[in-house]
């Protein structure tokens, strides 16, 4: 019984912090026509954050705080420099973004070196109720991506600027023409999607090894999970992000997290082709 | 992207390519080393053409091609090795079966893909993305073959016949053989591209429903067209093992795909023999300057893919070969 919850915890904090790295990737997607393979390098820029900080001898949370400052400035510098050339080029932002993502990654190696990095959790407390025991930092984290979850939701379903947001996703021309700068509202966007990876990654890296091949690791899964939810609406990451994560963390009770991956992979790839406008969308 | 323009890029005329495959057959002169260097790059660029037939011509965008070119290399080894049995042990089977198999494979997957309404574009891409991945990962833990140490050991080409054996181990005479091998691929792809196979190409790529509407089946153009891809692939990475004597999991996954997909598209997709260039360029520079560079050399790269992409999305090869003097732009 203890065991079990264990997992499912596990299981829960995974598909929290996947639904964080798919919802920029989401909103960017469906915004902008941008599909963007840097994403994982983004999310991997914000555990190095971390790992940088700890360096200069201040604490966990100082790059905890850090990180989605120094992810969201590299995002907007990226949407100056690259971004906004390619808007609705969607193929093309697949290309140049790769381009990117393995730029990005060198530079750490150049930097940080290959190897990894561990970052040591700030909580080393755990949670006690009988027999069951677990690390409370995990808990922690699952509250704070809760609540940034919920977060980006409030900010895009009920206020302005998410109005605004979601009339330039819907209909851009018609968006521009009513007087919204939808210059303005991409590279907000493009922003706080890239802050939110950020954080994810800097969250993240206690529990997991912090090194330059990280981010594909959550790229793929980020993806399939938009896919399978389907990119239309933003609750489809919800949908997607538990399908994916959550099926993969359950079936490494039996199976060997290789073939778990690989399993999730196949079922994801089964789902999108059947259903191409994902479990939500609607048919067209 | 689309109309007389692409037309235009893609003609390089076919005595212009043949002229710099023949330049080619210069590089023993330069030593060993290089003419073993250029074997490689060689096959490389073969790969490149494959996938330039089928991003470029059919507009199948494919983040998964090294999945052929490893099953071809795999199965190479494997029956060249022995490993099916001693009896089968033969380099013309194993390039057969190499073919054969990656060409099976891609037929499957794509029916799998394009059937009904299709995935297409960045659906595509991230789909194949994932399935190559899941091959690495398979690869990578399939203890008979060799998992993640690969096979090593893999023999060379054996041209012998009527129970004579001429093992192609020398550096010289490989590299004519494979030069002369992918001569013959270039110029079967020129036909395809000219024929009106290869316009039937350019309309489904150009525009699906209308080909469809004119009565193609799209379904089974691109099939087509998938599926010639992945048998040159295979039959690429086939000679790749057998040149370099050693079937690794990197040969079949996410890494070398997406390698193949930055030459061709530096090259530029639509033109054959750009791609083939592209990436013997790549391989060429990484190979004089990659030590001298060391890890800023792959940064570099990831650089100057970006800004190609975004300055040149036809290829700088590509954009270079369509504004030589006297030709019409």
Not at chain 1, 171 to 179: Q, V
Not at chain 2, 65 to 70: E, H, K, S
Not at chain 2, 72 to 97: D, F, K, N, P, R
Request: hydrophobic fraction near 60%; charge should be neutral.
């Amino acid at each position: 019984m203890a065991d079990l919850a264990a997992i499912l915890l596990n299981s829960l904090s995974y598909v929290l912090v996947l639904i964080l790295v798919a919802l920029g990737l989401v909103i960017v997607f469906g915004m902008m026509g941008v599909i963007n393979m840097a994403h994982g390098e983004l999310f991997m820029l914000g555990a190095y954050t971390v790992v940088a900080v700890e360096r200069t001898g201040a604490p966990f949370w100082a790059g905890v705080l850090a990180a989605p400052v120094v992810v969201g400035l590299v995002g907007l510098v990226i949407e100056w420099a690259l971004v906004r050339h390619i808007y609705r080029r969607t193929l093309d932002t697949i290309l140049a973004t790769w381009g990117l993502s393995i730029a990005l990654k060198q530079a750490v190696v150049l930097v940080f070196g290959p190897a990894s990095y561990s970052v040591t959790a700030p909580l080393q407390a755990s949670l006690t109720i009988g027999d069951f025991v677990y690390p409370a930092y995990r808990l922690l984290l699952m509250a704070v991506a809760v609540a940034l979850i919920a977060l980006t939701f409030l900010v895009f379903l009920r206020t302005d600027f998410g109005l605004q947001a979601r009339a330039v996703i819907a209909r851009p021309d018609t968006a521009a023409g009513l007087g919204i700068d939808t210059r303005r509202m991409y590279r907000l966007s493009f922003t706080i999607g890239t802050a939110v990876a950020g954080l994810a990654g800097a969250l993240v890296a206690p529990l997991i090894s912090v090194d330059p091949q990280m981010g594909l690791g959550y790229l793929i899964p980020a993806f399939l999970s938009i896919l399978v939810g389907g990119a239309g609406p933003l609750a489809g990451v919800l949908v997607g992000g538990g399908v994916v994560g959550g099926t993969d963390s359950l079936l490494t009770i039996w199976l060997s997290p290789v073939v778990a991956q690989i399993a999730v992979f196949a079922l994801a790839i089964l789902v999108i082709r059947l259903r191409p406008e994902g479990v939500l969308g609607s048919r067209r | 992207m689309s109309g007389p323009r692409t037309q235009a890029a893609a003609a390089v005329p076919l005595p212009a390519g043949l002229a710099v495959l023949a330049g080619l057959a210069l590089v023993p002169l330069a030593g060993d080393y290089w003419t073993d260097q250029f074997a490689r790059y060689l096959l490389f660029g073969l790969f490149a053409m494959s996938l330039s037939l089928v991003w470029g011509r059919a507009g199948i965008l494919c983040f998964g091609q090294a999945m052929f070119f490893g099953l071809g290399g795999y199965i190479m080894a494997v029956i060249t090795m022995g490993m099916a049995g001693e009896w089968l042990a033969s380099s013309y089977l194993g390039l057969a079966v190499a073919v054969a198999g990656a060409a099976l494979f891609a037929g499957l997957l794509g029916y799998f893909l394009f059937w009904g309404r299709g995935l297409s574009g960045p659906y595509l891409a991230i789909v194949t993305l994932a399935i190559a991945f899941i091959l690495e990962q398979s690869i990578n833990s399939w203890y008979a073959l060799g998992a993640a140490n690969g096979l090593s050991g893999v023999p060379p080409l054996d041209l012998g016949a009527f129970g004579l054996s001429y093992e192609l181990w020398e550096p010289a005479p490989r590299f004519y053989v494979l030069l002369g091998i992918v001569a013959v691929v270039y110029v079967a792809l020129d036909r395809l591209v000219a024929s009106p196979f290869g316009v039937v190409l350019t309309a489904v790529k150009t525009n699906p429903e209308r080909a469809a509407h004119f009565g193609y089946q799209v379904l089974w153009i691109r099939l087509a067209a998938f599926v010639v891809g992945a048998a040159l692939a295979g039959l690429a990475g086939a000679l790749f093992v057998a040149t370099d004597e050693f079937a690794s999991p990197t040969l079949i996954g996410f890494g070398l795909s997406t390698e193949v997909l930055i030459w061709v598209a530096l090259g530029g997709k639509e033109v054959v023999l750009a791609a083939f260039l592209a990436a013997i360029g790549v391989r060429l520079v990484e190979g004089v300057f990659g030590e001298l560079l060391g890890d800023y050399w792959i940064l570099a790269l990831g650089l100057v893919f970006m800004a190609s992409v975004v300055l040149f999305p036809r290829g700088l090869i590509a954009t270079a070969l369509a504004r030589l003097p006297g030709r019409r732009r």
